[in-house]
T-cell receptor, first 113, second 115 residues
Framework: DGGITQSPKYLFRKEGQNVTLSCEQNLNHDAMYWYRQDPGQGLRLIYY???????QKGDIAEGYSVSREKKESFPLTVTSAQKNPTAFYLC????????????FGSGTRLTVV | AQSVTQLDSQVPVFEEAPVELRCNYS??????LFWYVQYPNQGLQLLLK??????LVKGINGFEAEFNKSQTSFHLRKPSVHISDTAEYFCAVSDQGQAGTALIFGKGTTLSVSS
């Protein structure tokens, strides 16, 4: 079955460490997205990519980095520059053009201690 | 810039009662509109979408939504809710003319169904 996989589901890191969240899809979607979810704030866009080797900053890109070396993969690195990284992170993919909506992964809950 | 306002952060309702979750958007161009549902500690699942045509859109799990262009609204309704409908619901909008942009989400409405 086609889908989008995020790993790990739960992640704990010490303050000051970089951490990379994995997102893989086998839907042959061109576009991929990373959102951050905090209670009461909805989903806020971190980065998105419409094609391989290209990506754009979203509304809250500071302290995050991404790469898109393969169509199937869009990993997100949370760097030590991110002031408040504890959150639920959601990855999504879509066909180009938005009309199909997004397919979401099941999320990664990152806790920084 | 586009924005989405979900007018109620929490909606409590009894089982088998009707429910309406309200969503308003702001945009100066034609839009696509979506409703998603999220169960605890899971990703979002598409409930329904409006692309064009009929303003009444039917989705999964008995939900429907009506697009009202003059009021820039896309309210979600269900005539009779179940305990299993307890979840968070998100409204989202995108610009039809700009394929390279991302969906804009509202802050969500928590639907709590009790017996």
């Amino acid at each position: 079955d086609g889908g989008i996989t995020q790993s790990p589901k739960y992640l704990f890191r010490k303050e000051g460490q970089n951490v990379t969240l994995s997102c893989e899809q086998n839907l042959n979607h061109d576009a991929m997205y990373w959102y951050r979810q905090d209670p009461g704030q909805g989903l806020r866009l971190i980065y998105y990519s419409q094609i391989v080797n290209d990506f754009q900053k979203g509304d809250i890109a500071e302290g995050y980095s991404v790469s898109r070396e393969k169509k199937e993969s869009f990993p997100l690195t949370v760097t030590s520059a991110q002031k408040n990284p504890t959150a639920f992170y959601l990855c999504a993919s879509s066909i180009t053009g938005q009309s199909g909506g997004y397919t979401f992964g099941s999320g990664t809950r990152l806790t920084v201690v | 810039a586009q924005s989405v306002t979900q007018l109620d952060s929490q909606v409590p309702v009894f089982e088998e009662a009707p429910v309406e979750l309200r969503c308003n958007y702001s945009s100066s161009v034609s839009v696509y509109l979506f409703w998603y549902v999220q169960y605890p500690n899971q990703g979002l699942q598409l409930l329904l979408k409006y692309l064009s045509g009929s303003t009444l859109v039917k989705g999964i799990n008995g939900f429907e939504a009506e697009f009202n262009k003059s009021q820039t609204s896309f309210h979600l309704r269900k005539p009779s809710v179940h305990i299993s409908d307890t979840a968070e619901y998100f409204c989202a909008v995108s610009d039809q003319g700009q394929a390279g942009t991302a969906l804009i989400f509202g802050k969500g409405t928590t639907l709590s169904v009790s017996s």
